[in-house]
C-alpha cells in the first residue's frame, strides 16, 4: 500500500511538471501572440511578460524536483532526516521567488496600466496558492524539527 502511495504521488508530481511545461512551449507563446494581436496597445509587454512567466517557472521546476528527492528520501531512509529539512527550505524560498516575482509583475503591469481583470485574477490565484505553498513547507519543516528533538 505504500509503494503505491508513493507511486502516485511521483506520478502526480511528474504529470504537473509535464503540463506546466507544456503550457510554457505551447500555451503560453501563442496565447502572448495572440493577446498581442488583439491589444496593440499593450503589444510591446509581449515578451517582457512571457520572460516573466519563464522566470516563475524555474523556481517551480525545481521545486517539483525537491519534492521528489525528498520522496525518495523518505522512501530510503527517516523521515527525520536534515535533507528534508533542506528540501522544505529549498521548496520554500522557491515559492518565495515566485511571490516576488508576480507580485512585481502585478505592480508593474498596473503602473503601465496593462493588467486585464481575468489576468489579476489569474495573477490572485497564483498568488494565493504560492503563499499556501510556502506555508505549508514552513510548517511541515516545523513539524519535522519538533518530532526530531522530541525523538532525540
Same mark, same amino acid.
Given at each position: 500500500m505504500q509503494k503505491l502511495n508513493i507511486i502516485f504521488?511521483?506520478?502526480?508530481?511528474?504529470?504537473?511538471?509535464?503540463?506546466?511545461?507544456?503550457?510554457?512551449?505551447?500555451?503560453?507563446?501563442?496565447? $502572448?501572440?495572440?493577446?498581442?494581436?488583439?491589444?496593440?496597445?499593450?503589444?510591446?509587454?509581449?515578451?517582457?511578460?512571457?520572460?516573466?512567466?519563464?522566470?516563475?517557472?524555474?523556481?517551480?521546476?525545481?521545486?517539483?524536483?525537491?519534492?521528489?528527492?525528498?520522496?525518495?528520501?523518505?522512501?530510503?531512509?527517516?523521515?527525520?532526516?536534515i535533507l528534508l529539512e533542506q528540501g522544505l527550505n529549498y521548496?520554500?524560498?522557491? $515559492?518565495?521567488?515566485?511571490?516576488?516575482?508576480?507580485?512585481?509583475?502585478?505592480f508593474l503591469l498596473d503602473y503601465t496600466n496593462a493588467l486585464p481583470p481575468l489576468v489579476a485574477l489569474i495573477g490572485i490565484v497564483i498568488i494565493l496558492i504560492t503563499i499556501l505553498v510556502a506555508t505549508g513547507a514552513a510548517f511541515l519543516k516545523y513539524v519535522l524539527i519538533k518530532s526530531r528533538l522530541n525523538v532525540n
Open positions: 504521488l511521483r506520478t502526480v508530481i511528474i504529470s504537473t511538471g509535464l503540463l506546466v511545461l507544456s503550457l510554457c512551449v505551447f500555451v503560453l507563446p501563442s496565447l $502572448a501572440q495572440e493577446t498581442a494581436h488583439l491589444n496593440p496597445e499593450v503589444a510591446y509587454l509581449q515578451y517582457p511578460i512571457l520572460l516573466g512567466m519563464y522566470a516563475t517557472a524555474i523556481p517551480f521546476f525545481y521545486a517539483l524536483y525537491e519534492t521528489l528527492k525528498m520522496i525518495t528520501l523518505i522512501e530510503r531512509e527517516s523521515v527525520f532526516s521548496i520554500k524560498y522557491c $515559492a518565495y521567488i515566485i511571490l516576488v516575482l508576480y507580485i512585481s509583475g502585478f
